[in-house]
């Protein structure tokens, strides 16, 4: 059986954003996934057009970081967003691709509203990006990503000790969902938010 390759991500950001992307691109490849990003994977000599088109081509999955530097400035990532977009278009209906990360509360540009967006800046937010990326690494076929030494995909939904109830009480059930270790304490929790409520579907 061949070898799995890592996901391959694609970090798409503005150039004001670059601090928050970085600590993304190093906890993304901390959990075991192929990261690419300009201040990392663009060489020396390189036309870093070719190359981040490139990169585009071959990626298993794009990260397209918004914050209210990146939607309000005209830029290269406004050109990433429509590559990414038109190379979106290629992929099969219902499957995950292009996911907006939001570094801040920042509304979506117009040509990104048909895709949920996900709030990198709180700790659900991250849950749900670590499971959407271990769902496309299923698909393609790569290699899992791992939290704290333990697959993704292992993130199971626990019910709590059943409680005990009095006569006529309603049944009711609580869920908690289980990651193997705090991912606050990871370096991609960033932002004086981290601890808001995520406004994505929960």
Same mark, same amino acid.
Not at 114 to 134: A, C, H, N, P
Not at 145 to 167: C, Q, W
């Given at each position: 059986?061949?070898?799995?390759?890592?996901?391959?991500?694609?970090?798409?950001?503005?150039?004001?954003?670059?601090?928050?992307?970085?600590?993304?691109?190093?906890?993304?490849?901390?959990?075991?996934?192929?990261?690419?990003?300009?201040?990392?994977?663009?060489?020396?000599?390189?036309?870093?057009?070719?190359?981040?088109?490139?990169?585009?081509?071959?990626?298993?999955?794009?990260?397209?970081?918004?914050?209210? $530097? +990146?939607? *309000?400035?005209?830029?290269?990532?406004?050109?990433?967003?429509? =590559?990414?977009? /038109?190379? &979106?278009?290629?992929?099969?209906?219902?499957?995950?691709?292009?996911?907006?990360?939001?570094?801040?509360?920042?509304?979506?540009?117009?040509?990104?509203?048909?895709?949920?967006?996900?709030?990198?800046?709180?700790?659900?937010?991250?849950?749900?990006?670590? $499971? +959407?990326? *271990?769902?496309?690494?299923?698909?393609?076929?790569?290699?899992? =990503?791992?939290? /704290?030494? &333990?697959?993704?995909?292992?993130?199971?939904?626990?019910?709590?000790?059943?409680?005990?109830?009095?006569?006529?009480?309603?049944?009711?059930?609580?869920?908690?969902?289980?990651?193997?270790?705090?991912?606050?304490?990871?370096?991609?929790?960033?932002?004086?938010?981290?601890?808001?409520?995520?406004?994505?579907?929960?």
């Amino acid at each position: 059986m061949a070898s799995q390759h890592p996901l391959k991500i694609f970090v798409s950001y503005a150039s004001g954003d670059r601090e928050q992307a970085q600590k993304l691109y190093a906890y993304l490849a901390s959990q075991g996934a192929a990261p690419w990003i300009d201040t990392e994977d663009l060489l020396p000599g390189q036309d870093w057009k070719v190359a981040i088109s490139q990169a585009l081509d071959e990626t298993d999955i794009v990260l397209l970081c918004l914050s209210k $530097k +990146s939607v *309000s400035r005209e830029g290269y990532v406004q050109k990433e967003m429509r =590559l990414a977009l /038109d190379r &979106a278009l290629e992929i099969p209906s219902g499957e995950i691709f292009l996911i907006p990360c939001r570094f801040e509360e920042v509304d979506l540009p117009y040509s990104l509203r048909e895709f949920q967006w996900v709030d990198i800046f709180t700790e659900s937010g991250m849950r749900k990006l670590l $499971k +959407s990326l *271990s769902l496309r690494a299923e698909k393609v076929g790569a290699s899992p =990503l791992y939290v /704290d030494g &333990a697959p993704v995909a292992e993130i199971k939904r626990e019910k709590s000790p059943p409680k005990r109830r009095t006569a006529g009480a309603s049944s009711s059930k609580n869920v908690e969902v289980h990651i193997h270790g705090n991912v606050s304490d990871s370096n991609i929790v960033i932002g004086d938010g981290n601890t808001a409520t995520n406004t994505s579907n929960d």
